[in-house]
T-cell receptor, first 111, second 113 residues
Framework: RKEVEQDPGPFNVPEGATVAFNCTYSNSASQSFFWYRQDCRKEPKLLMSVYSSGNEDGRFTAQLNRASQYISLLIRDSKLSDSATYLCVVNLGDNFNKFYFGSGTKLNVKP | EAQVTQNPRYLITVTGKKLTVTCSQNMNHEYMSWYRQDPGLGLRQIYYSMNVEVTDKGDVPEGYKVSRKEKRNFPLILESPSPNQTSLYFC????????????FGEGSWLTVV
């Protein structure tokens, strides 16, 4: 089983739609969780960290469910510029220097 | 500006010809790492370093070497490249603490023929 799993998509949504991605992780001791965004052929960039209580940054909301071992990302009012691949990142619980990346979920926002 | 710089960005080489991909960061980060990204497999860690002269294997270290003689530099060495090492490679760095951001270089496209 992979350490981190994501639905690869693609998710094809119209502008203005709300879309949600989930990511499951296998190590119950994992401590740090992030969502990264990767544009085609570019380096991943931090979108947001995921905190235990959930957190919001503008149109983006991230949530953590430790009991079910998944994190989620909600994007409201989708823009064309949100089209990208979204990577879920989880650290290995007993080693803050080992991070596992999901394969990514591709989002296409259409006019 | 916070940067992770890697070179070369694009390289086509032949099987068995040693090559080095350099990586440098200007953020005084202790942690540096190399990843490779392949379709359907996501980013996989090759090696990481927690400080000067401290390196450890990631999940796919076979066929690679690294060194960390200075804090800012973390080169990736392919002693005898093979076609299965054709991939997109990212260098990354990160400050201390569990929640800190990972910064990536722009990536190096390597093709081994």
């Amino acid at each position: 089983r992979k350490e981190v799993e994501q639905d690869p998509g693609p998710f094809n949504v119209p502008e203005g739609a709300t879309v949600a991605f989930n990511c499951t992780y296998s190590n119950s001791a994992s401590q740090s969780f992030f969502w990264y965004r990767q544009d085609c052929r570019k380096e991943p960039k931090l979108l947001m960290s995921v905190y235990s209580s959930g957190n919001e940054d503008g149109r983006f909301t991230a949530q953590l469910n430790r009991a079910s071992q998944y994190i989620s990302l909600l994007i409201r009012d989708s823009k064309l510029s949100d089209s990208a691949t979204y990577l879920c990142v989880v650290n290995l619980g007993d080693n803050f220097n080992k991070f596992y990346f999901g394969s990514g979920t591709k989002l296409n926002v259409k006019p | 500006e916070a940067q992770v710089t890697q070179n070369p960005r694009y390289l086509i080489t032949v099987t068995g010809k040693k090559l080095t991909v350099t990586c440098s960061q200007n953020m005084n980060h202790e942690y540096m790492s190399w990843y490779r990204q392949d379709p359907g497999l996501g980013l996989r860690q090759i090696y990481y370093s927690m400080n000067v002269e401290v390196t450890d294997k990631g999940d796919v270290p076979e066929g690679y070497k690294v060194s960390r003689k200075e804090k800012r530099n973390f080169p990736l060495i392919l002693e005898s490249p093979s076609p299965n090492q054709t991939s997109l490679y990212f260098c990354a760095s990160r400050g201390g603490g569990s929640g800190n951001t990972i910064y990536f270089g722009e990536g190096s496209w390597l093709t081994v023929v």
